[in-house]
């Protein structure tokens, strides 16, 4: 009788600490799920500050399509800038994939296993630290990117304005 009573305690005791263990998990999985909706937050203004560059590059791609220019190394910058607008589409694309799976994992979270659950916030912290890395590159490249957009384009318009006053 003795022993019944025994493991009926210690089961009682494992249960209620498989009890705090998932509040403890889901208490930091909601505080990990508010760092990523922070993050989303960030990537949807990246994300329209990559559109809008894009645009501008774009833009300026055409108007110096088929004039002769001052300064040849305006193109090798906006071949330099093609390639780098498209290498950033992979990574908002790939962050993107990260965010979604936040949320999908989110609805299913309660339902694991604690270990499922530190699993799971595990490689949301990779996640987390990945997307954070991710958006200062694309902050700082578009930054930079942009620097040169303007370089080219006030070295253009002198060019023009010259062309203009030697007519």
């Not at 025994?6 to 799920?33: G, H, P, R, Y």
């Not at 110096?64 to 190394?73: F, H, I, M, R, V």
């Not at 990574?91 to 339902?111: D, M, R, T």
């Not at 799971?120 to 040169?148: C, F, V, Y």
Request: hydrophobic content about 35%; glycine content about 2%; aromatic content about 2%.
């Amino acid at each position: 009788m003795k022993n019944i009573l025994m493991i009926l305690v210690i089961v009682a005791v494992a249960m209620t600490s498989c009890n705090n263990d998932k509040q403890v998990l889901s208490s930091s999985f909601d505080e990990l799920q508010k760092e990523s909706d922070s993050l989303h937050q960030m990537h949807t203004t990246l994300k329209n500050h990559h559109a809008k560059h894009t645009q501008a590059y774009t833009a300026l791609a055409e108007r110096l399509k088929g004039s002769p220019l001052q300064d040849s190394t305006w193109l090798e910058t906006l071949a330099s800038q093609e390639v780098m607008l498209k290498s950033h589409e992979a990574e908002i694309q790939k962050v993107e994939q990260l965010l979604e799976g936040h949320k999908e994992l989110k609805a299913n979270f309660s339902g694991l296993t604690t270990e499922e659950m530190q699993a799971q916030i595990d490689a949301m912290r990779t996640d987390l630290e990945e997307i954070r890395n991710s958006q200062s590159n694309l902050s700082a490249d578009h930054e930079a990117l942009n620097n040169e957009l303007v370089q080219i384009e006030e070295g253009f318009k002198k060019q023009e304005l010259t062309a203009e006053a030697k007519q």
